[in-house]
């Protein structure tokens, strides 16, 4: 069955509406947008890093989270969590590296060559450089080793380090924080580190 504008597009002017006022003309240009339905299930990316964005997204329902990595080379995402968390009573953070890697593999060039890197390039790829020397330091100088050792560093941060509404929640029981390694060639994901006291979180 066809998705007719009226399904969506009048619902999504009405609760437009709601917040600021349109013409006849703002409205009738408004339904008459072309539009197509996604449905996206959790944990799947609206839109990721060097996408080209062709399409307006416009949320209907549920909720979306926003992330990115800012000019000083921090990633934008510790205010995400910390709303996820606190207001929306997320229970997990799984913080997840991949295979073949290509901000933990300039890291390693940085290290191990000498590379350098331009404006927020360099920046976005110094946080991790710890991360390329620890991995060497325990004897797996591999780019998996560093994106493993770059994932444990993040998740001490968020176990460690980060905002009171964060390390609350993991001292009550209400929030874990896991990190995992994604091998791309072959789809598995090696949670690897689950937590040592994840006996504090209450599955119900
Ligand atoms: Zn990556």
Do not use: W
Not at 43 to 71: H, M, P, W
């Amino acid at each position: 069955m066809p998705v007719l504008s009226e399904d969506i597009l009048a619902p999504a002017l009405k609760r437009l509406e709601r917040r600021s006022a349109f013409s006849d003309v703002d409205r009738s240009v408004f339904l008459s947008l072309p539009f197509f339905v996604k449905t996206m299930s959790p944990s799947n990316y609206i839109i990721r890093e060097q996408d080209l964005t062709k399409n307006c997204c416009v949320l209907l329902s549920g909720f979306a989270f926003r992330s990115k990595v800012v000019g000083n080379g921090g990633r934008q995402i510790l205010g995400s969590l910390e709303f996820a968390v606190s207001v929306l009573g997320v229970p997990l953070i799984v913080v997840m590296g991949h295979e073949g890697c290509g901000a933990v593999s300039a890291a390693m060039s940085v290290v191990n060559k000498g590379a350098r890197f331009p404006g927020n390039i360099g920046k976005m790829v110094e946080p991790i450089i710890p991360a390329v020397l620890e991995a060497a330091r325990l004897g797996d100088a591999t780019l998996e080793g560093a994106v493993r050792q770059n994932v444990a560093h993040a998740v001490r941060e968020l176990r460690e380090d980060s905002a009171p509404t964060l390390i609350d929640a993991q001292a009550s029981g209400r929030l874990l924080v896991v990190g995992a390694y994604y091998a791309l060639g072959t789809g598995e994901v090696d949670f690897f580190d689950t937590g040592a006291d994840s006996s504090a979180f209450k599955t119900s």
